[in-house]
Every structure is written in C-alpha cells, then in structure tokens.
C-alpha cells in the first residue's frame, strides 16, 4: 500500500498546487479506487496535503464517508438536536461543503442517517470562508443504518483526518513562514538570522514534529477518544502554535489579504475548533485520567 | 533470582517476555518501586541491588555487544528495558543515565575499555562520571581548558570540571581535554578515559538547590592517563563527544519519557477524582498530550539508532520536547499536589519536589534547550546563521 500512499500524495500535491482541487476530487471519487481511497494512510495523507494547500473541497466527506454521503460535525459549543417547534428548527450540525444526498450523523451508539431533503441547510462562511462549512437542520428523526468507513467509527475517523489536515496547516504555515524570514531583511540581515525569531519558529516545528509522530505511530484502530483526545488536539495545538509564529515573523505582510498567511490562521483555528478543540481536549484527556483511564499512556509500542 | 540469558528475540517478544519476568519476581524487586530518600548516596547504595539482579538475569546486557559483556542483540533491547522497567512500576535507577551516555561510547571508540568497564557497570559495581562543562565552558563547550599533555607513553591531564552527574561515586569518567593549541577550539580535544583514584584527582559533591546533590566537581592535577585512555583518536575529542550525544539525547529522552509515562500514572491514581479545577486538571492532559509526542517522537529514534543510524542534529528535536514534557508533568503534579510541593515530608513530597528541580535543569543539561533550537534552525530547518 505505501507507494500508492507516496503515489496518491504525490497527485494531491501537483493538482492541489494547481489549484486543480475539483479535479482531484473527482479522480478520487471514481468507484474504482474505492479501496485505496478507504485506506487510512492514503486518506491521511491526501488530507495532509489538503491542509498543506488550505484549499475548499469535498475531500473530507469523501474521504470519510465515501461517495455520495456528509459527514455531520457538532457545531462547537452547542448542542445538536434541539428541538423548537418550527419546521428545519432542529440543529443537526455542520457539514463540510455541500450537504451530499445523505447524510451521516455520528452518534456514540453508532452512526445515523438523514436524507438530504430531510434537512434544511445554510451555507456559512464565518471565520473561514474557504472551508465551506454548512449549517444543518432538520425536523427528522436519523435512522440506524451502517457506515463504511476504514474503522467502522465515524467520528473516530473523522477525527484523525482533521488531525492529518491539521498537521498539513502547521506544515504549510511553517514554510511559508521560513521562506518569508529567509528573504526578508532587517538591519541589513534576513531576519531570519534573528534568535528570537529562529527560536520560535523551531519551537513551532518542534510541536508539528510530536503531532506528526504520534499520527504515524497511533493507528487509525485506536480508540475513538484517542483519535480525537490525543491524535487531533496534538495536531489542532501544533497547528495554532505554527500559526502564532508565523503570525509574528512575518509582520505587517503576514495581515495583508494578498499574503496566504490568513488562510492558514482561519484554518488552524476552524478545524481545531471542530471535533473538540485541543485546550478542551487537555481538560478532557486530565479528567479521564483521574477517573483512571490515562491516555494513551504506553500505546505507541518500540517494533 | 538468577534467569538463564536468553538469545534475543525481535522487539516486542523481548518485552513481553521482560514483562512476564518482572511481574513473576515482583515482590523479590518490591524494593526498589521507590527511590531512597534519605539522600543520594542512600539512593546510589538501593540501586546496585536492581542493577545486580537484572545483570544476573540478563536482563540488561542484551542490546550491548557480546565483546563488552553484552548479550547482543539490537540496541533497541536496552529501550526495552527501561520501559518495561518503568511499566512494571520500577523506579529505573539514575545510574542507566550514565549508562546511555557512557556506555555507546566506550562500546564504540574503546571496546578494550568496555570490555572491562562494561560488566562492572552493569554489575552495578561502577559508576562513571562524565567530564565535559567547566566553570568557563558550558554551552560553548568548545573552549573548555582543561589541558592533556603527551609524556610520553600517555597523558597527564591538568583542569577542572564540574557539574558531573553522581561524580562522587564515580571510579572513573570521561574526560574531554585539549591536546591542541589553545586555540584549537573544537578541533584540539581528545576524550580520555580517568582513573578517579589516581593520584592527582579530587572530587568534591556540589550542595544541589534540589537538596539532592547529584552532582560534583572534578580537579585534575598532573594526573596520569594511559595510552589506553585514549577514547577513539588523540584529537577526535569533539567527534566522539557528537557521537555520544545521539544516546544522550535520544535514549535518554526515550529513558525518561518510560519515567514520565509512570509518574503521570502515578498522579493520576494518587490524585484521584476528588474534584480539583479545570485549568489543574488541564495541565495533567497537557502534560498526558506532550509525553504522548515525545515517546512517538522517540520510539522512531531508538529504531533509528537501532539500525546503526545516527539521527544527526534531528536528535534536538527529542530533547527539546524533552524539556517540554519534564516540566509539564512536574507543573501537573506541583498544581495537583500543591500542598505536597509546599508541606509535604513524605517520601512522595521528597521525591515530587527533588523531581521538579530536576525538570528545569532538563532544559540545561545535555546541551541547554537554546543550543538545541539554535542547532534546529541552522541543520534542520535552514535558517540564515547569525550572531549568537
Ligand atoms: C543537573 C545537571 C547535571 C549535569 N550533569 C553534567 C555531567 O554529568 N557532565 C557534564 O559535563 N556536564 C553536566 N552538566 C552541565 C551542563 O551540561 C551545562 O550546565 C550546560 O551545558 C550549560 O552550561 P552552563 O551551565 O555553563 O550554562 P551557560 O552556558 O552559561 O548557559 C546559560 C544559559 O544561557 C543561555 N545561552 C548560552 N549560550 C547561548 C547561545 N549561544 N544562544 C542562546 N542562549 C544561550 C541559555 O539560556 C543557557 O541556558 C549538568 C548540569 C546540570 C544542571
């Protein structure tokens, strides 16, 4: 599976870079390479390069839940499903993109379907315009069904492909950052040569480099709240580390529109917030280890 | 307690099997699941009892080469050690810091001398001490001063240094001298192996602010090194320092993410689920979060060294999250454990506080955490170099 995992990030890379993400999409949508598309280290790495490149697509959905289906996030402090009385009053959630012709809702006892035309939704732009999130409601009740999804756990899965973009966010924020104190002068020097601002990018890297290691040395059969406690609030924490820094070596430029540097920032802080934000995340991962479930303590084993 | 050694096993089997051992004799090593604490050298005595039976067992050897007393096998078999030591609810004795340090050193430059220092360590009948920081050179290890001079046959060693871990028990240690010109920098050092009872040689404990005076000073007076002594090449100093950093800062780092694995756990069960605040309660998953990076981080590090590849300055990268996750987890305790942080005079307390002083130091020892990013953004990420 490896050199289709180099192979399909690869692809991603040189269409992504092309601003090409619809045609990536499709190729990926193709029903003949449903398997390898299902293969977590291929979704992951493809999502990395999304994140690398900060671009809107239906790669996540696709990814997660396969063709033809959403997958509905919480909206982050609220609570779905509350009902008001009026018709499409009940929050489902959010859907990255378009709402597909059905809908998948994860729930701790399993995943739940609606339709598409059993829910009423509302684009949103928000914080990141680009990432094309969708508010959700829906007067139905969800049925049981099954989804397929590599680990049979939606929301587990779901996680740890935010966690993979996420990594590419911190990624791509960093190397924008690098090249920007490589080529910009101060006091006759790039800035770059600045301890304080070589230091604070390393630290930065530093934490994309714990994020990045626990990605490949926790498989995507660990625990749903590992996924999300650990695998996606390291990522999500890297991710707005990366984008702090970056945010200050690259001064006046790094808040201009025409500078990519924004995109980054609203993407960092967008999907840490979905799925449990990483601060939450820490309160979580200490309260269950109170309660005796330290996490993930000894999972990542020496081969 | 004795065990036949085994041959090496592939990884996981190896542990496993650790695994079943230390829970078979657990109450035969019941004992050392605390540290001493009634001072160091209490501490030093406790340990070589550990350190003897997982000699006799084998435990320890393996992952060490056969011509130094080893059992072979992968170095990855010593990671396994620690962990399983830690996992098993072992405190892992102070002296297989040195070991990492110290030991690939010898194993690598000086079998001749690892074959002979080697056993006794593992014996738990020596300790070494290694010589690099002076009072004038700490990060810019480079210009240290303490001189080697050729009489002949060997060398008589003239300086001082300081800050040696566990110095005072120490029969012998390493000693980093300038055989060059004074301003040879770098490229005039030869690491030199010192018999601490030769004539010439005092050492003196340094009273720690922890309280725990794990370390000293070392004054060299025209004392007398053999030709043996010669660890790797008379001027190679500086290589064989680099080559022991890769163990120094990688198995180390993975030595001490087991330990910090087990004090987490600890904290956890000793804490309880008594309420406390959520900023406090965040910082242990914070901590949970940094100690997760850190042994993904280096379990590919001790597979690299494993396949005999030297990770090069990426190693800074575990050493600075090193740093991070040591103080995070003894933050979590002082935050969780407050009152034992600032009353506490059981042995728990003792040991969190003697635990916290030695975090901050974590981002000092080994190469001060500054150094480490400074050798980050020139090797790995390429930044323009500037003044220091
Ligand atoms: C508990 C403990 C155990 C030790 N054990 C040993 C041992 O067994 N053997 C041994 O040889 N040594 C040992 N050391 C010494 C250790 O290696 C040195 O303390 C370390 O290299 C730093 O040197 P220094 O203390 O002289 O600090 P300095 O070099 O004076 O540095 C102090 C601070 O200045 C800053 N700084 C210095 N240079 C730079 C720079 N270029 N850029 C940015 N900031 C900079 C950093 O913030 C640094 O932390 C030990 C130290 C401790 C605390």
């Known amino acids: ?303 | 307690m004795t065990a036949t050694a085994l041959p090496p096993r592939p990884v996981t089997e190896h542990a496993a099997q650790l695994a079943a051992w230390l829970q078979e004799h657990a109450t035969e090593l019941a004992p050392w699941r605390h540290r001493a604490t009634q001072g160091i050298a209490a501490a030093v005595e406790h340990d070589r009892g550990l350190l003897a039976s997982l000699h006799d067992a084998g435990w320890s050897r393996y992952g060490w080469p056969a011509e130094t007393g080893g059992l072979g096998g992968p170095v990855a078999l010593r990671a396994v050690l620690y962990d399983e030591l830690a996992a098993a609810d072992l405190e892992v004795p102070e002296a297989f810091v040195i070991l990492e340090t110290l030991g690939p050193l010898l194993a690598h430059l000086a079998p001749h001398l690892a074959a002979v220092h080697l056993p006794r360590f593992l014996r738990g009948d020596e300790l070494w001490g290694q010589g690099f920081s002076e009072p004038e050179a700490g990060s810019d290890l480079a210009h240290l001063r303490t001189r080697a001079v050729s009489d002949g046959t060997g060398f008589r060693v003239t300086g001082q240094k300081v800050w040696t871990t566990l110095g005072q028990f120490a029969s012998f240690a390493a000693v980093l001298a300038r055989t060059g010109a004074a301003d040879s920098a770098h490229r005039g050092l030869t690491m030199l192996w010192v018999d601490l009872a030769a004539p010439g040689v005092t050492v003196r404990p340094i009273a720690a602010a922890s309280g725990r005076d794990e370390f000293a000073e070392m004054f060299f007076d025209d004392v007398p090194v053999p030709a043996e002594g010669v660890i790797g090449e008379v001027g190679g100093g500086w290589a064989a320092a680099m080559y022991l950093l890769q163990y120094e800062r990688g198995m180390y780092a993975w030595q001490r993410q087991a330990v910090l694995h087990r004090r987490l756990r600890q904290l956890a069960a000793l804490v309880g689920d008594d309420a406390p605040s959520g900023t406090d309660v965040a910082a242990l998953g914070r901590a949970q979060l940094l100690c997760a990076g850190l042994r993904a981080r280096s379990a590919t590090t001790v597979a690299r060294l494993s396949d005999g590849e030297n990770p090069g300055p990426e190693i800074s990268v575990d050493k600075v999250l090193l740093g991070r996750c040591e103080q995070a987890v003894t933050d979590a305790w002082r935050r969780l454990r407050g009152t034992d942080m600032l009353l506490g005079a059981d042995d728990s307390a003792i040991t969190g506080r003697e635990e916290w002083f030695y975090s901050r130091a974590s981002t000092i020892f080994g190469g001060a955490a500054d150094i480490q990013r400074d050798i980050l953004a020139d090797r790995v990420l390429d930044l323009p170099r500037g003044a220091r």
């Open chain 1, 1 to 303: 599976m490896s050199e289709h995992v180099d192979e399909l990030a690869a692809l991603a890379e040189e269409l992504l870079a092309a601003g090409r993400d619809q045609e990536l999409l499709a190729q990926l949508a193709d029903p003949d390479v449903e398997d390898l598309r299902a293969d977590p280290q291929v979704a992951g790495a493809v999502m990395r390069v999304h994140g690398r490149y900060c671009v809107s697509s239906g790669l996540f959905d696709l990814l997660v839940v396969g063709a033809g289906r959403s997958v509905v996030l919480p909206v982050p402090g609220q609570e779905s499903g509350r009902p008001s009385g009026a018709a499409g009053s009940r929050l489902v959630g959010l859907v990255r993109g378009g709402p597909q012709d059905e809908l998948v809702l994860p729930t701790e006892d399993g995943p739940r379907f609606l339709p598409r035309d059993h829910v009423v939704s509302e684009a949103v732009s928000g914080l990141d315009p680009l990432l094309g999130l969708t508010l959700v409601r829906s007067d139905y009740d969800p049925v049981v069904g099954t989804a397929t999804t590599a680990t049979g756990d939606v929301l587990g899965y779901a996680a740890r492909l935010l966690a993979d973009e996420l990594v590419g966010v911190a990624e791509g924020a960093l190397a924008l950052a690098l090249e920007h104190v490589r080529e910009r002068h101060q006091f006759g020097v790039p800035i770059g040569s600045f301890q304080a601002v070589r230091h604070r990018l390393v630290d930065a890297y530093v934490d994309a480099e714990g994020a990045r290691s626990l990605l490949a040395a926790i498989g995507p059969d660990a625990a749903p709240d590992v996924q999300a406690l650990v695998l996606k609030a390291s990522a999500g924490a890297a991710a707005l580390r990366c984008v702090a820094a970056a945010q200050q070596v690259c001064g006046g430029m790094g808040f201009t529109a025409e500078f990519d540097l924004h995109r980054y920032v609203r993407r960092a802080l967008a999907l840490d917030a979905l799925l449990s934000g990483s601060e939450a995340a820490e309160e979580h991962l200490g309260a269950l280890a109170l309660r005796g479930r330290v996490l993930p303590d000894r999972q990542v084993v020496l081969t």
